[in-house]
């Protein structure tokens, strides 16, 4: 099993609609979980990052890890298709030099 | 604000010959660096990373060697490149507690 599972995509979906975006975790040792987006040839840009389980929001986003189940998810609300970029999920149990990646999940939304 | 400068964005080499990539960080001091190989589905690879001045980690026996000469640049060398060499290359830094954050990266295609 991989120590981190995300579905690769493509997603594709009409311009306002809500997204929702996931990865599952073997490590129960986990504890930051962060979201990544990645535009074509560029680098991944940190949209989002929480510790332990619940909740946060900003803007249209909306992260939510559940670590009773190892799952979390990205929520975009009143998508565009500028959100249409790679999504990478990344977890670490300590922000020290371990982060560990998911493969990404490419969205597409469509104008 | 801290910034990470990755260059070059794109390079072709030929087979054997040497190679020399090069990442800086600006605003910030003593940083943790990485360097990752990105292969497309497969998510980040660790190659490297360092905690501070000549202190090299390698996550992978492989064809490739880092150097940390001052505080905040960060330099990925190879002698004689491979075919299997290709890839994209990512330099990313944190400060201790705090998440990765990545340059856009290098294009490295081997001929």
């Known amino acids: 099993q991989k120590e981190v599972e995300q579905d690769p995509g493509p997603l594709s979906v009409p311009e306002g609609a809500i997204v929702s975006l996931n990865c599952t975790y073997s490590?129960?040792?986990?504890?930051?979980f962060m979201w990544y987006r990645q535009y074509s040839r560029k680098g991944p840009e940190l949209l989002m990052y929480?510790?332990?389980?619940g909740n946060k929001e900003d803007g249209r986003f909306t992260a939510q890890v559940d670590k009773s189940s190892k799952y979390i998810s990205l929520f975009i609300r009143d998508s565009q298709p500028s959100d249409s970029a790679t999504y990478l999920c990344?977890?670490?149990?300590?922000?020290?030099?371990?982060?560990?990646f998911g493969p990404g999940t490419r969205l597409s939304v469509l104008p | 604000s801290q910034t990470i400068h990755q260059w070059p964005a794109t390079l072709v080499q030929p087979v054997g010959s040497p190679l020399s990539l090069e990442c800086t960080v600006e605003?910030?001091?003593?940083?943790?660096l990485y360097w990752y190989r990105q292969a497309a589905g497969r998510g980040l690879q660790l190659l490297f990373y360092?905690?501070?001045?000549?202190?090299i980690s390698s996550e992978v026996p492989q064809n490739l060697s880092a150097s940390r000469p001052q505080d905040r640049q960060f330099i990925l060398s190879s002698k004689k490149l491979l075919l299997s060499d290709s890839g994209f290359y990512l330099c990313?830094?944190?400060?201790?507690?705090?998440?990765?954050?990545f340059g856009d990266g290098t294009r490295l295609s081997i001929l």
């Open positions: 990313a830094w944190n400060g201790d507690g705090q998440p990765q954050h």
């Open positions: 490590n129960s040792a986990f504890q930051y």
């Open positions: 929480t510790y332990s389980s």
């Open positions: 990344a977890m670490s149990e300590d922000y020290g030099q371990n982060f560990v």
């Open positions: 605003g910030t001091s003593n940083p943790n």
């Open positions: 360092s905690v501070g001045i000549g202190q």
